[in-house]
């Protein structure tokens, strides 16, 4: 009677085990995700609309935390030196890839964080005055081939994607980079807002920093990077589309400090693969001229390897 008894107790207290729902281990609390840049921009801008469709995904919230000033490196640091717990995340950009292709002096290896899921890419864009006589991109290349300090481009310090991207225009069109009037700025809003007042006839940047000038005849799109339209703007062509193949895109993904969880990790994966499906993400990113496109951790660190060795490659000078 004792061994049965104790065999129907040992039963009971198993099916008790089984029949109560796991605890889920992550997130139990509020995530900060930080954006290494001010308010407004068009990271921010991604992270914001990501940050808001990830708390309902994940059931708890999701806050933007800008670190903005310092070329993105203060921000990135607070992350790499956080607890490897996912409460602390990176909403990372190229910022990363132009960083270690251009400089050696960083306080930080890009070989020392987790990545994690990419979450949109956004094309870049070249633009010139409202009243510019240049049409296209043909126009341009024709004027920088004849005369390269003809072109007065906006320059952000040489640092930047925005820079690079800028960079492999001229190379693409056969323009000398050296021989071009590069004027400085702080932003890709600012050189917008130098462009639409007439001081500069360049500038490359993201549509969040053009959009507003578009529209109001100020400046004129000529082309996207990347091989995709954007529906916010569907009359503006891609530069591979007239003769000019500017592969290169920006892109936002999650990160983190090293040695996240796998499980963290594969939960962020989950929940992006969950948001880019939802329609009024789909609708609120495009808006903003980004492309929801997941990828998984294990693709996102080879992608950003390879474009800091695309861009070490454009910005070493041939001998």
Do not use: C
């Not at 029949?19 to 995530?31: G, H, L, Q, T």
């Not at 917008?192 to 799109?221: E, K, P, W």
């Not at 693709?299 to 041939?318: A, C, D, F, G, H």
């Amino acid at each position: 009677m004792r061994h049965q008894l104790k065999t129907a107790f040992m039963a009971i207290a198993v099916s008790l085990v089984i029949s109560v729902p796991a605890k889920a281990d992550y997130p139990e609390k509020p995530i900060s995700l930080i954006v290494p840049f001010a308010a407004g921009g068009g990271t921010d801008v991604a992270a914001r609309i990501t940050a808001k469709y990830l708390s309902k995904e994940l059931d708890t919230p999701v806050n933007i935390v800008n670190q903005g000033g310092g070329n993105s490196i203060p921000g990135t640091l607070s992350v790499l030196g956080a607890r490897a717990d996912g409460y602390t995340l990176l909403f990372d950009s190229p910022a990363t890839s132009s960083l270690h292709g251009l400089r050696a002096d960083l306080p930080y290896e890009l070989e020392k964080r987790s990545w994690g899921p990419m979450v949109v890419i956004n094309p870049y864009l070249y633009a010139v005055n409202g009243k510019s006589e240049w049409k296209t991109l043909a126009d341009i290349a024709a004027a920088g081939v004849a005369d390269p300090s003809a072109i007065k481009l906006g320059w952000l310090g040489g640092s930047s994607f925005t820079d690079t991207v800028n960079l492999k225009l001229l190379d693409v069109m056969g323009i000398d980079p050296g021989a071009v009037a590069k004027v400085p700025f702080n932003g890709s809003g600012p050189s917008m807002t130098a462009l639409a007042g007439g001081h500069i006839n360049l500038s490359g940047g993201s549509l969040g920093a053009a959009i507003a000038f578009h529209q109001s005849g100020d400046i004129r799109i000529l082309a996207l990077t990347g091989d995709d339209r954007l529906d916010t703007i569907p009359e503006v062509p891609t530069a591979k589309e007239v003769g000019f193949d500017v592969p290169m895109v920006g892109w936002n993904s999650l990160s983190g400090p090293a040695g996240l969880p796998d499980e963290v990790v594969a939960r962020l994966e989950t929940a992006v693969q969950a948001i880019i499906k939802n329609p009024e993400f789909v609708k609120e990113q495009t808006m903003a001229g980004n492309l929801p496109k997941y990828m998984p951790a294990e693709e996102v660190w080879p992608y950003v390897q390879q474009e800091v060795e695309n861009i070490r490659i454009l910005t070493t000078p041939s001998e």
